[in-house]
């Protein structure tokens, strides 16, 4: 048996190579092509996902898309933090 499964949360110590902003906009900025490029039902899907959670009908599917977008750019042009 391995040491790690999967369904295990890695150590606190654990070293991906990025920063978790890098992460971040990164899965952020998959989402967005997928849904953006998926196909008229899996769009059609989430905007009823949306619209079920609160999200306006017709707004709401490009208002979400927007908000990955803006955020995984926010999150991929943040500036290091300062070490002490």
């Known amino acids: 048996m391995p040491a790690y499964q999967p369904s ?3 150590p606190d ?3 991906f190579g ?3 902003d890098d992460i971040t906009a990164e899965l952020l900025t998959l989402s967005w092509e997928f849904f953006t490029h998926a196909s008229p039902a899996t769009r059609e899907e989430l905007r009823r996902f949306l619209t079920a959670r609160g ?3 017709t707004a709401g599917l490009g208002a979400f ?3 990955l ?3 995984a750019d926010f999150h991929q ?4 933090p300062p070490t002490t």
């Open 8 to 10: 295990e949360l890695p």
């Open 13 to 15: 110590d654990a070293n």
């Open 18 to 20: 990025l920063r978790p």
């Open 55 to 57: 999200h306006h009908p």
């Open 65 to 67: 898309l927007d908000g």
């Open 69 to 71: 977008q803006f955020t």
């Open 77 to 80: 042009h943040r500036p290091e």
